[in-house]
């Protein structure tokens, strides 16, 4: 099989041809858990493959977390097919992507860098705060797209000092609370006294902190924005690896378009020839 290894500030995703490599779609779970191994295989927080649309789109993508669970859209995995999309002659300059939460469109800015229109917020509770180890947790819950990919916006003063071990356990915990029955994908953030939004993702599906995660930056964007705390215009958050940027329009307190915009990164391409494949 031939592969490409990319990245989305730093959110790394394996991608496939199932156009040429014709997988059978119940074969990706355990293919995913294999290849997404970073002691024994490739290493990624996902794998994602290119497939024929079922509706009007240039391509559908499959994408499946580390677990191998389905994941019903990634806004860094987006950018990257839609550069993979491109770069490989399946789309022009804008990609029209068929994900499992609904159609998205995607826009090459530059060489690298890829912008996504994300699903629209199909699911908004700005008040939604959680017990956690008898502590109270202030929280916001978003899901985008049909069916929602769910997102627990959580902030947390003084984020960038939190012991890795404390931040985990709590990201682990609101991730399987019984508050969010699809589990939820921890978003956790501070903003910090010059501004800088600096975020963390506990990732429902890889079981751990990945170094970026679109979606959700998009909902800590649109959750700032419908409470007044920013206007959706660039708003630019910094995470482990590297910034993104989102813009929000809202119309009568609902978000009507979010669009997140940020680097491509091709690290990779070659042929696997894992012996242990299942």
Known sequence: MQFWKMNGAGNDFIILNNLRENIPEDRFPALARRLCDRRRSIGADGLMAVDRPTIDAD?????????????????????????????????????????????????RVDRRRYQVRLNDPTVVELDCPVEVDGERWPCAYLELGSPGLPHAVVPVPGL???????????????????????????????????????????????????????????????????????????????????????????????VTELTLTGPTNVVAKGEITDEELP
Not at 69 to 94: F, K, P, Q, T
Not at 95 to 107: E, F, L
Request: neutral net charge; contains cysteine; aromatic residues 8%.
């Open 160 to 254: 960038r000092d939190w012991p890795e071990e404390k931040l985990f356990r709590l990201g682990e915990k609101l991730c399987h609370h019984p508050a969010f029955p699809k589990g939820a994908n921890v978003n956790f953030y501070d903003v910090q006294p010059d501004g800088t939004i600096w975020e963390r993702t506990f990732e429902r599906g890889v079981e751990g902190f990945t170094h970026a995660c679109g979606t959700g930056t998009g909902c800590v964007a649109a959750a700032l924005t419908l409470r007044g705390e920013r206007d959706g215009r660039d708003v630019r958050v910094q995470m482990t690896g590297g910034e993104l940027a989102i813009d929000v329009r809202t119309e009568g307190g609902r």
């Open 59 to 107: 391509f559908r993508m499959l994408f499946f977390n580390s677990d191998g669970s389905v994941g019903e859209m990634c806004g860094n995995g987006a950018r990257c097919i839609c550069r993979y999309g491109h770069d490989n002659g399946l789309a022009g300059e804008v990609q029209r992507v068929q994900t499992t939460a609904g159609p998205i469109t995607g826009r």
